[in-house]
């Protein structure tokens, strides 16, 4: 069974800095990962998603790298912005299935 | 993008009464349908995946008796919260596939509040 990891849970940060935020999971037979923002109150936007063949998706000041081999997803934040502040959830598929799992997130606080 | 959209946006029942949520693909035909709920602080609970024509396939420890789904076209799928109670109160979450879902996300709405009294 796919369990996905997300630490720490939240993180706070003054603007301009660069980020990583860390993703595991238990179960490398995946078909694709995803990384979401979810907005206070809000649903799901989804940021990157990278299948199982590809090593890392960019998009903007987003980029985000799967290493199915260790289990692991990383999403680099580049030159953080307040407007980025939100909670980031990580979800990858499980048992060859299109079911999503999701980490527990991470709440991201980017200071003016 | 692909649109999703969720009604009503939030709703507030009585104990024991019924609430039915409803999930729409915009611009998509969805063959599969996935519904979850969160509570305040905590990550989304994968609680049944609706394919159209066909019975949900419901997680477990879900009381399928309790939260119904149909599935009656490639566009729409309803949840329907039986018999509430406060403990159902929680945020409602549906998701929609595109066909090509290995290349795709799948596509969120933008979730109900149900709150019970």
């Known amino acids: 069974k796919q369990e996905v990891t997300q630490i720490p849970a939240a993180l706070s940060v003054p603007e301009g800095e660069n980020l990583v935020l860390n993703c595991s999971f238990t179960?490398?037979?995946?078909?694709?990962l995803q990384w979401f923002r979810q907005d206070p109150g809000k649903g799901l936007t989804s940021l990157l998603l990278?299948?199982?063949?590809?090593r890392e998706q960019t998009s903007g000041r987003l980029n985000a790298s799967l290493d199915k081999s260790s289990g692991r997803s990383t999403l680099y934040i580049a030159a953080s912005q307040p407007g980025d502040s939100a909670t980031y959830l990580c979800?990858?598929?499980?048992?060859?299935?299109?079911?999503?799992?999701f980490g527990k997130g991470m709440k991201l606080t980017v200071n003016p | 993008g692909a649109v999703v959209s969720q009604h009503p946006s939030r709703v507030i029942c009585k104990s024991g009464t019924s609430v039915k949520i409803e999930c729409r693909s915009l611009?998509?035909?969805?063959?599969?349908m996935f519904w979850y709920r969160q509570f305040p602080k905590k990550s989304l609970m994968l609680m049944a995946t609706?394919?159209?024509?066909?019975?949900?396939?419901?997680e477990q420890g879900v009381e399928k008796d309790k939260f119904l789904i149909n599935h009656a076209s490639l566009t729409l799928s309803t949840l329907t919260v039986t018999s509430a109670h406060p403990e159902d109160s929680s945020f409602y979450i549906c998701?929609?596939?595109?066909?090509?879902?290995?290349?795709?996300?799948?596509?969120f709405g933008p979730g109900t509040r149900l709150l019970v009294l």
């Open positions: 609706s394919n159209e024509g066909s019975k949900a396939t419901y």
């Open positions: 998701s929609a596939t595109p066909p090509t879902w290995y290349q795709e996300t799948q596509y």
């Open positions: 990278i299948q199982s063949s590809q």
């Open positions: 979800a990858a598929t499980q048992g060859g299935s299109e079911k999503l799992v």
């Open positions: 179960d490398s037979a995946i078909y694709n």
């Open positions: 611009d998509f035909q969805a063959t599969t």
